[in-house]
């Protein structure tokens, strides 16, 4: 009996993002790393006033979802990419007609072999940040950019 390859954890991996508007690849981004692929259920505040005779079990509300964080390595100035999303941003704080993007972020391993996705709808870029710089120290400097989103699906490749 032979196992089925992606049935165990990946030990060597990377993350790739695409970010769509109005429909079109905007941007595509290699990430080092990422946090908040997460969903929860929104449970809805009970009644105040009496007090049923029985407890009730306790009544869904809808879904919640974390900030997506990602982190990539700093590139050249020449790349556009984090100009673009400064611009981006600076357009949604002063309130300009910005669409909502698409987002995929795909897990590959080793190989460059797409193991699992996700596909963001609604999504907006929160926060941009460079990490701190210290030249006493070998590493790499990294951005960090956080989305918010209004829902996520697994991208389904079988």
Same mark, same amino acid.
């Given at each position: 009996?032979?196992l089925?390859p992606y049935s165990?954890?990946?030990? /060597?991996f990377s ?8 429909g079109a690849i ?9 946090t /908040?692929?997460?969903?929860?259920i ?16 306790p009544?869904?509300? &809808?879904?919640?979802?974390?900030d997506?964080?990602?982190?990539? &390595?700093?590139v050249?100035?020449?790349n556009?990419?984090?100009l673009?999303i400064?611009s981006?941003m ?12 698409e987002?995929?972020l795909?897990l590959?391993?080793?190989? /460059?072999?797409?193991l699992? /996705? ?7 870029i929160?926060?941009w940040?460079?990490s701190g710089?210290?030249a006493?120290?070998?590493g790499?400097?990294v ?16």
């Open positions: 009996m032979s089925d165990y954890p990946v030990a /060597g993350f790739e993002l695409t970010l769509y508007k109005d905007w941007k595509e981004i290699r990430c080092q790393s990422v /908040g692929i997460e969903m929860s929104k449970w809805a505040t009970p009644p105040t006033g009496k007090t049923p005779p029985t407890p009730l079990p009544l869904a509300d &809808g879904l919640s979802f974390s997506l964080v990602v982190t990539k &390595g700093v050249p100035a020449s556009a990419d984090d673009d400064i981006y600076q357009n949604q704080a002063s309130n300009t007609a910005t669409p909502f993007l987002m995929t795909i590959l391993n080793e190989q /460059g072999e797409a699992r /996705g996700w596909s963001y709808r609604g999504v907006i929160f926060k940040k460079v710089f210290d006493q120290k070998s790499f400097a951005d960090e950019i956080t989305f918010k989103y209004r829902e996520f699906t697994l991208i389904n490749w079988k």
